[in-house]
């Protein structure tokens, strides 16, 4: 049974600091790349962060960049959004995404989401 898990979502402070994690299973997740997307209420789902499967490339989405850090953990196989100084507005819900392509099918696995809301 293929699962995405997420965790680590909760409340920050501004300027703070969250890490979430996304522990996965039931699929082969060194050759799938990774993602961190976010959906605020009343707003479309937007992409965070993604890193490829080896890890060697990463990219974010500007508003994110120099903030947040995606990483993974292959043996583990698990992936990582870390996230410093942290706003109000990344108030949202969190959620991991896999993707690969093998041969000729795509695959496209998704999490259930964490809640990170940032309040003083």
């Known amino acids: 049974q293929v699962q995405l898990v997420e965790s680590g979502g909760g409340l920050g402070q501004p300027g703070g600091s969250l890490r979430l994690s996304c522990a996965a299973s039931?699929?082969?997740?060194?050759?799938?790349?990774m993602s961190w997307y976010r959906q605020a209420p009343r707003k479309e789902r937007e992409l965070v962060a993604v890193?490829?499967?080896?890890?060697?490339?990463?990219k974010y989405s500007g508003f994110v960049k120099g903030r947040f850090t995606i990483s993974r953990d292959n043996p583990k196989d698990t992936a990582y959004l870390q996230m410093n100084n942290l706003k109000p507005e990344d108030t949202a819900v969190y959620y991991c995404?896999?993707?690969?392509?093998?041969?000729?099918?795509?695959?496209?696995?998704w999490g259930q989401g964490t809640q990170v809301t940032v309040s003083s």
């Open positions: 890193i490829s499967s080896t890890g060697s490339i990463t």
């Open positions: 039931g699929f082969g997740f060194s050759i799938y790349v």
């Open positions: 995404n896999g993707e690969a392509k093998i041969g000729m099918r795509e695959y496209d696995y």
